[in-house]
């Protein structure tokens, strides 16, 4: 049996400088997984606090053990921080001076087999982050159509084979229901042939995608950018920690868009319209997205695909 993976929260010390926690302010932990940010907020600045949401139960059982040292200081929240907006009206909480957000799955989610994120165990095809609802990935496997499966692996794994690896997919479950990640990832390696070249698994590309599917990743990424320049006072500072290009890309073009002058003209705009889009409610505190020390890379190898993109609210018009 595998050991679980020691913890390690991806740049701590490159968030905390981006979030730089202040007295008697409060901050978003979009997604507290093992607590390793949330911590670290709170001990930054013993008088600061920390809304710490997961959708995770398992998360939330783990805080038990820590969250007593921080009493009065933390409100945890079951929930997606997609719905960032409708969880700070339901803790009494208008806004808030900074949101981190870790986009990773979490060492704790991939290294616990039953879940079903990680195909280096042989375990119930799941993969949902809040286990108490929603679709799981066999349910995706074993009913979307074959095209509707090909487009998904194609757009959220980038995966060049996602035609074969859907036709082989559908082939396999006309005889046998998908029920397992060893099952689905030897479907995939029987298609997808890899050189000595490549340094990841052949069934890597459509976990990521099946994986971000099943939790409406993208789109609960998207709402919370947007709920993000609602929420935040000024001064208000967001950090995202991203992982793949899908996410990086989404998290680039918000804060671009939000801080930079429009290269189109606005001219043929209604004035309205034009004076919205030359509203920039944003600055950035990251030009070029940071990325791991040397030094982290050593102890973590998780955190080498990671990229930090940081902005800060500015005072409405």
């Not at 920390?50 to 783990?62: C, L, P, Q, W």
């Not at 909480?93 to 290294?111: A, E, F, K, N």
Request: hydrophobic residues 40%.
């Amino acid at each position: 049996m595998n050991a679980p993976s020691p913890h390690f929260p991806v740049m701590l010390p490159e968030v905390l400088v981006a979030l730089a926690p202040a007295a008697q302010e409060i901050y978003v932990d979009g997604t507290m997984g093992a607590g390793g940010y949330t911590r670290a907020i709170l001990d930054a600045n013993p008088a600061c606090k920390v809304i710490a949401i997961d959708r995770d139960d398992t998360a939330h059982d783990m805080a038990k053990g820590w969250a007593e040292a921080y009493a009065g200081r933390i409100t945890f929240v079951k929930n997606s921080f997609g719905q960032l907006k409708d969880i700070l009206r339901d803790v009494g909480v208008p806004r808030v001076h900074g949101i981190v957000l870790d986009l990773g799955v979490s060492s704790m989610q991939l290294d616990e087999g039953a879940r079903g994120f990680s195909f280096r165990f042989d375990a119930p095809l799941d993969m949902r982050m809040d286990r108490t609802s929603g679709q799981t990935a066999a349910d995706l496997v074993n009913n979307l159509p074959q095209e509707e499966l090909a487009d998904l692996i194609y757009l959220y794994g980038e995966e060049r084979h996602s035609r074969r690896i859907a036709a082989a997919i559908v082939k396999a479950r006309t005889l046998e229901k998908i029920t397992t990640t060893g099952k689905l990832a030897e479907i995939i390696r029987s298609v997808v042939h890899v050189s000595p070249k490549d340094k990841i698994d052949p069934a890597t590309r459509s976990f990521q995608a099946i994986r971000i599917a099943v939790n409406s990743e993208l789109q609960e990424l998207e709402d919370v950018l947007e709920a993000a320049e609602d929420v935040l006072y000024e001064g208000g500072r967001l950090v995202v920690v991203t992982f793949h290009s899908l996410e990086d890309r989404i998290v680039k073009n918000f804060m671009n868009a939000k801080s930079k002058p429009a290269s189109s003209p606005s001219r043929h705009l209604p004035q309205h319209d034009a004076a919205r889009s030359n509203r920039l409610s944003f600055s950035l505190l990251t030009k070029k997205p940071v990325l791991p020390s040397e030094s982290e890379l050593k102890i973590n190898p998780r955190s080498r695909s990671a990229k930090l993109r940081a902005i800060i609210r500015k005072g409405d018009a």
